[in-house]
């Protein structure tokens, strides 16, 4: 019995065992489509002990915020560029043709 | 518009500068992006009839404007094999983790929220910079996830990629960006 228990253990710990860098590519993964359900569940499991990978997420969820609110029609993010005066004349000339 | 005569001129004085960023952003080249932006306007003209004031005038021309700017991605993706890596698109990460793929320098906690962070101006010019920096094949690819916010199917389906092939090169691009924002930003702080 005691054995038993101690292999299914053996078991889970090298079921739910991924390293770092597999979690880091699961936690880019995740971002993009939906992982299957025993994947979802190591990297979960992996994410509540691993301080580092949690602050991996982080990192990569700040990026994806900062890129969605990039995109936006007024962005801030280029506000100090114009288009050139000769560019700008170029235009108005061929919307008259 | 209704039924009164554009003013072409103001149009562009209007709308010119904020087209312009918009698209720079998306295709990085200057040229590129006045040209897209002046196509954008010409067809616009020629379709105003189509417009109905169900939206307002400027969401109307940004939708001809993202057309226009797919549109480019589509020309240009001649010129880029998307699906393929070479070996300069590494993982940028490669050397973050030891033998047993375990971290050698923890990533730290940023000091920011994910909201927080969006609304910081400053930074976010950092990361339009590091964008940059990124090579033509993977700014495209990311752009059009994050940015223009397409979903992977799409992306597959448009650019001919493998998804396992995206997801390696997203999670590639977002490496890159994420030291690049710690070399310039987050390292200084």
Redesign the interface.
């Known amino acids: 019995m005691k054995k038993l228990f101690s292999l299914s253990i053996m078991f889970l710990e090298k079921f739910m065992k991924l390293?770092?860098?597999?979690v880091?590519?699961l936690v880019?993964?995740q971002?993009?489509?939906d992982l299957p359900f025993f994947r979802r569940l190591r990297l979960k499991f992996h994410l509540t002990i691993c301080?580092?990978?949690k602050?991996?997420q982080?990192?990569?969820?700040?990026?994806?915020?900062?890129?969605?609110?990039?995109?936006e029609?007024?962005?801030?993010?280029?506000?100090d560029?114009?288009?050139s005066p000769p560019?700008?004349e170029?235009?108005?000339q061929?919307?008259?043709h | 518009m209704n039924s009164q005569k554009i003013d072409?001129?103001q149009?562009?004085?209007q709308y010119?500068?904020?087209m312009?960023?918009?698209t720079?952003?998306r295709v990085r080249d200057a040229d590129a992006a006045?040209e897209i932006?002046?196509t954008a306007?010409?067809s616009a003209?020629q379709s105003k009839d189509s417009f109905q004031g169900r939206s307002t005038e400027?969401?109307w021309l940004?939708g001809i404007l993202k057309h226009k700017i797919l549109d480019h991605y589509r020309d240009a993706k001649k010129n880029v094999r998307l699906d393929s890596l070479s070996d300069e698109d590494g993982d940028p990460?490669e050397y973050a983790?030891n033998k047993?793929?375990?971290?050698n320098k923890?990533?730290?906690?940023?000091g920011?929220?994910?909201?927080q962070?969006?609304?910081n101006?400053e930074?976010?010019?950092v990361?339009?910079g590091c964008l940059d920096g990124l090579s033509d094949k993977f700014r495209r690819i990311?752009v059009l996830?994050?940015?223009?916010?397409l979903s992977?199917e799409e992306i597959c389906k448009e650019f001919d990629i493998q998804?396992t092939n995206?997801?390696v090169i997203?999670?590639r691009a977002?490496?890159q960006?994420?030291l690049c924002?710690e070399t310039k930003w987050f390292d200084k702080k």
């Open positions: 390293s770092c860098r597999d880091s590519a880019s993964e971002m993009d489509r301080g580092a990978c602050n991996y982080t990192q990569l969820e700040t990026l994806k915020r900062m890129c969605a609110s990039m995109g029609e007024d962005s801030a993010v280029k506000q560029i114009s288009l560019a700008k170029k235009i108005k061929a919307l008259k | 072409s001129d149009w562009v004085d010119g500068d904020m312009f960023r918009y720079l952003l006045e932006v002046q306007f010409v003209l400027k969401s940004f990460l983790y047993l793929g375990a971290w923890m990533p730290k906690h940023w920011t929220d994910p909201a962070a969006a609304e101006t930074l976010m010019r990361l339009a990311f996830k994050e940015i223009e916010g992977s998804s995206l997801w997203l999670h977002r490496n960006l994420k924002l």
